[in-house]
């Protein structure tokens, strides 16, 4: 016999196993094009949910402390974005020489499983034409395809990344880079399709049964579950999603859950291609953190405490050291990253640093060699390694690595602690 207990435990697993479909859903809406460059706008009402996928947009700028978009932003790229729909067939996506730049483009399914890279680490840094299909596709390989991608459902959202110097020259090159990245078909034709996502994307809020139900059904026809996972879909009704979804929403926005590295520092997320069973680390990466890619890609290192427990406070100065020959050990590159605990936004600063890294100018290692890198709100003066912190209030650190080596990957790397300094 069924009791209300095991019918609601059951219903609230089915959310936590549905929420990144919804999530993504909710982040193509948000993010998809409404003008195409040469086909104008996909609706001209204003308020039209249409949207053209299968085109890139860009930001062609590093983002900055007065950029409120995204939270915990990187400010080592800048990002060429696409949501592919694969259910009229495949994809070529056009990438050109990128030189020795760092550059990725990590494509995501509709369940946020990080399962394909085309770019430096996977597939090098030359001209190259990839060609990307759905599960139900089958036919020859066009001529000219350097790589070949199999999505496992119709929607693939493709998060780019190109490395860049600065904000001038550097950022005209990449732009450049940029423009030249195309999604066509295979017989060269333009590739832009109309859909309707339905979602108004700007809306962060818990949603409504109906529209959840909604969405998860739709999504569901060209996305089924990944392999080896089964859905009740059907067993929860409208009444149980309306009952639960405010709940799993507010858990998963306040368990984080990290995974301590030791000396303040944490590390929220340590998936590859797949998450597999872990229903629950997916629901919640995909509410806090959607858009993570694999830490074969990028680890995130994180520090909200000092090395003695204590949350990072503004008024306050610290010191990371980082001994002779023990820095972080990465394949492309790596940046340390300030941001405000309270809305987890870049700050405006004297000097207009917001990280610092291996790529900084003018980076000093002491006479030992090792690395020192103060972190307060006041210029501690000549010869230090400065990130500036917010004047007041409380902060943290992201310590992103590129392409990291086994010691991080494999948490045998010792992460130096923040320590508090008078």
Known sequence: MTTPDSSEARARAVVVQTLPLFEM???RAAT????HAERGFASPERESTLRWVNQFTHTHRRIGPDDREVVSPNNDTVFSNAWLDLSAGPVVIDSPDMGERYWSLGLLDAWTNPF??????????RPQRTLVHGPRWSGPTPPGITHTVAAPGSDVWLIGRILVDDDGPDAERVRALQLQLRITRPDGSDAAMRVDTALDGRSTQVPSAALYQLTVQAALQGNPPPAGESL????????????LLPQVYEELRRQEQPHALGGGWAIALAVRTHWGCDHHTRARVARN?????????????TAEVDADGRPLDGARAYELRFPPGQGPKVGAFWSLTVYRRSDCLLVANPIGRHSIGDRTPGLRHEPDGSLVIRMQATDPGDGMNWLP???????????RLYQPHADHLENRFRYPPLRRIA
């Open 116 to 125: 394909a890279y085309i770019g430096r680490r996977t597939t090098g840094n």
């Open 289 to 301: 953190f959607i858009g993570a890619l694999g830490i074969d890609e990028a680890m995130y290192p």
């Open 232 to 243: 009740a879909w059907s067993d929860v009704d409208a009444d149980q999603l309306a009952h």
């Open 25 to 27: 859903m909710r982040m």
């Open 32 to 35: 998809t094009a409404r003008r």
């Open 389 to 399: 912190t917010p004047p007041d209030g409380l902060f943290y650190v992201v310590l």
